[in-house]
């Protein structure tokens, strides 16, 4: 800190530069160059390639031509392709509200008065920071047909007597998926929440206490108005990342048995690099997007309340 | 923002849960204690069985009526050591690891322009950016994936490391300058108005007040684009092909899953050693984490 006071800065640029110094503009588009042409060359234009490409019949190894709106009046008539949103809603539906059930009660837990808290904490994201891929690797070999821990374990109990096929049954598979997707989800959920949670100030509740509040209404009253907004931003990145979701069924069942665990990402892999037709599985990735949107504008919504919240400054 | 609510808690770590002496200890075990032990059992038994698995001879793995499967009698590095020696796997640690160190750092750079060139710039136009960049870091990967594996065929890049290096930036510039612009809006701008007075340039300003400032909110950027990165799975997977280009998580699932036998044990060996680099680099910066974490989603 102490050179900056010093007068040991030169300024000996030539006066080309020292415009450009004092140019906001200038120099701002210079600085958002290697962001800019990253994101634009990888993510705009791509973005816009794939909603080309859904109206194309591009295969691997071969351009396509224009087909307007042929591949989305196949997948109109495809009863996978339908089976696959009907799973990708029920899917995100199901593992979103489980996984803010348990987070928000994880998060209460921990925002306890604990011994260890800070050790709880950081033992609590774990499953979170491992790859997705690998977890779900466990989850194969806990799910395994002949070898589930689970199964071995509930028959030592007595309430089976064989082993679950977790993952041949249409209806197990789809329970498990979304078991294992909670299971990594929760602590994200969790651990934003605590954050939100730490920063509600303890007199608050002491006020509601001498009012006589019985827990359920400091919870229902004090705690959950003031995590409101954060709940909304929290869900929407976890409903947009379980919508999208696609290593996790890659891993466990390939979309299978019979297509009942098959996501609108994973369907639009098998077709689109698997399957060779480029152009059909970007139209299923196409279709996500008003899904995707609507979101996003929960979101947008989301932020507008905290803003009116927080009487109109931020 | 990131480093308000970590000092707005620590002000009240005292004083929280100031009411729990009101509360019997049998009803804090109920209400408490237990439902904590049955989350936290729940969330780390996968990777106790992971390991124990990792360890475990062949003939104990699957025989459950001699052996308890909770313990492992005759622990054995068979696995490791089929791993390591028998199989890529160390290529693919290798590439994982230079994929995520090169795509983090020219992240990291590109990132710290554009927050800075955002936030305290403000050129015409930085608001409609800073949105646009929190809308990019919303695009997920599951529909980018085709269409960038057509630009990365056409760019000759299919099956190298460059293809991942390039494309990882997609979501890791998004969040990290999301991340750093609330950094940055932490340091007062006071600070730079004093070197703009005593003749400092922009470039100054950057490299000597701002960057040694915000060295926390670079770790917590820093270390989550490079798990983010090593976590990466679906980019990984179709663009690469050949096996000694491949990354941990495509390797292990690809090359490891024989159709007819499963070796659980390597697989399982696999997915520990691959988890545990994050997870090492996680628990040295286990604070970092959770400010970028929350950061992330408060603004």
């Given amino acids: 800190m102490t050179d900056v006071t010093s007068p040991a800065l030169r300024h000996d640029d030539s006066s080309l530069l020292r415009s450009l110094h004092n140019s906001r503009g200038a120099l701002g588009f210079l600085f958002m160059l290697p962001a800019a042409i990253l994101l634009l060359l990888f993510l705009t234009y791509p973005l816009g390639l794939g909603v080309w490409l859904g109206f194309t019949d591009e295969r691997i190894g071969r351009s396509g031509v224009f087909i307007g709106l042929e591949n989305y009046a196949y997948l109109w008539d495809d009863n ?5 949103v009907f799973n990708t809603l029920l899917y995100t539906s199901v593992a979103s509200v489980l996984k803010f059930g348990l987070g928000l009660w994880l998060a209460l837990i921990l925002n306890e008065r604990l011994p260890f808290k800070a050790f709880f904490r950081a033992i609590v994201l774990l499953p979170w920071v491992v790859p997705t891929v690998l977890s779900a690797i466990a989850f194969w070999w806990i799910f395994d047909a002949q070898f589930s821990i689970i199964s071995w374990a509930l028959e030592r109990i007595g309430l089976i007597d064989t082993p679950i096929n977790f993952l041949g049954d249409p209806t197990n598979a789809r329970a498990s998926v979304i078991a294992a997707n909670v299971w990594r989800g929760i602590p994200f959920v969790a651990i934003t929440l605590l954050a939100g949670l730490q920063t509600i100030s303890p007199s608050l509740y002491e006020a ?4 006589g509040a019985t827990p359920w209404q400091r919870f229902r009253f004090v705690t959950f108005p003031l995590l409101t907004p954060i709940i909304a931003i929290v869900m929407t990145f976890s409903v947009l990342f379980t919508f999208t979701d696609f290593q996790l069924i890659y891993v466990l069942t390939r979309g299978g048995p019979v297509n009942a ?16 037709n480029l152009g059909e599985g970007a139209a299923i990735a196409v279709a996500m997007i008003p899904f995707l949107m609507a979101a996003i504008l929960f979101s947008y919504f989301g932020l507008q309340r905290r803003r009116w919240q927080q009487g109109g400054s931020d | 923002m990131s ?13 929280e849960g100031g009411m729990t002496y009101l509360q019997r200890l049998p009803r804090r075990v109920v209400t408490v204690y237990l439902p904590l032990a049955v989350f936290v059992f729940v969330l780390l038994f996968p990777f106790y069985w992971m390991a124990i698995t990792a360890i475990k001879p062949n003939d104990e793995l699957t025989d459950y009526q001699n052996f308890s499967p909770f313990w492992v009698v005759r622990p054995t590095f068979d696995h490791i050591r089929y791993l390591m020696l028998e199989t890529s796997y160390p290529g693919w640690l290798l590439n994982t690891i230079l994929i995520s160190v090169a795509a983090t750092i020219l992240s990291l750079i590109a990132s710290v322009f554009a927050a800075y060139a955002i936030e305290r710039l403000r050129f015409q136009g930085a608001r409609v950016t800073g949105l646009a960049i929190f809308l990019a870091y919303l695009v997920p990967p599951s529909i980018l994936f085709i269409p ?30 999301w991340l750093l612009m609330g950094y940055f809006r932490s340091i007062p701008y006071e600070l730079e108005e004093c070197a703009l007075i005593d003749g400092a340039n922009r470039w100054q300003i950057l490299t000597k007040i701002v960057l040694p400032l915000s060295i926390p909110g670079l770790i917590s950027a820093g270390i989550f684009a490079f798990t983010l990165s090593w976590n990466e799975f679906i980019y990984a997977l179709t663009f690469i092909q050949s096996s000694e280009n491949k990354t941990v998580p495509v390797g292990v699932l690809t090359e490891l899953v024989r159709s007819d036998v499963y070796e659980w044990g390597a697989l399982m060996a696999g997915a520990l050693i691959g988890s545990l680099p994050v997870v090492i680099l996680y628990s040295f910066f286990v604070e970092h984490y959770v400010s970028s974490m929350t950061g992330a989603v408060k603004e």
Avoid at chain 1, 208 to 211: G, Y
Avoid at chain 2, 163 to 170: G, M, S, V
Wanted: proline letters at 4%; aromatic letters at 14%.
């Fill in chain 1, 208 to 211: 509601a206490t001498l009012d």
């Fill in chain 2, 3 to 15: 480093s308000l609510p970590s000092a707005i808690t620590q002000g009240l770590d005292g004083d």
């Fill in chain 1, 80 to 84: 996978v392709f339908w089976l696959a």
């Fill in chain 1, 261 to 276: 665990t098959h996501l609108m990402a994973t369907l639009s892999f098998q077709r689109g690099i698997s399957g060779g």
């Fill in chain 2, 148 to 177: 960038l594996a057509v630009m990365v065929f056409n760019l000759g890049l299919y099956d190298t490391r460059f293809a991942l290096i390039l494309t990882y930036p997609t979501f890791l510039v998004p969040f990290c300058t």
